[in-house]
Nanobody, 125 residues
Framework: QVQLVESGGGSVQAGGSLKLSCYAS????????VGWFRQVSGKEREGVAV????????YYSDSVKGRFTISRDFWKSMFYLQMNNLKPEDTATYFC??????????????????WGQGTQVTVSN
């Protein structure tokens, strides 16, 4: 069973930076799509950035392209999201998510994803 544990959220002023971390374990598939999603209360969860573990391909939403970077440390089973030049509209609960197989982004469905518990990111003016 896939287990995902996030850390690194917090509060920051606009223009600041935060780095989220996700420890991932229990994969049964040799390759997976792992990434970061965010959700604001009352809205659907949306994809932010994902990485395909089989080829290191990365994909980003237009709203974060050029500001956020997803990466992984294979040996530590860690996935990261470096967030720079944060904006108030980036405020959300961020979730680490994973699904077996290749990345389709934005994902057509979140039905088969495994999720971490989420970490809050708050950006103030």
């Amino acid at each position: 069973q896939v287990q995902l544990v996030e850390s690194g959220g917090g509060s920051v002023q606009a223009g600041g930076s935060l780095k989220l971390s996700c420890y991932a374990s229990g994969f049964s598939s040799r390759t997976n799509c792992v990434g970061w999603f965010r959700q604001v209360s009352g809205k659907e969860r949306e994809g932010v950035a994902v990485i395909y573990t089989g080829g290191e391909n990365t994909y980003y939403s237009d709203s974060v392209k050029g500001r956020f970077t997803i990466s992984r440390d294979f040996w530590k089973s860690m996935f990261y999201l470096q967030m720079n030049n944060l904006k108030p509209e980036d405020t959300a609960t961020y979730f680490c998510g994973a699904v077996p197989g290749y990345c389709f982004f934005p994902p057509p469905s979140l039905e088969n994803y495994s999720w971490g518990q989420g970490t809050q990111v708050t950006v103030s003016n």
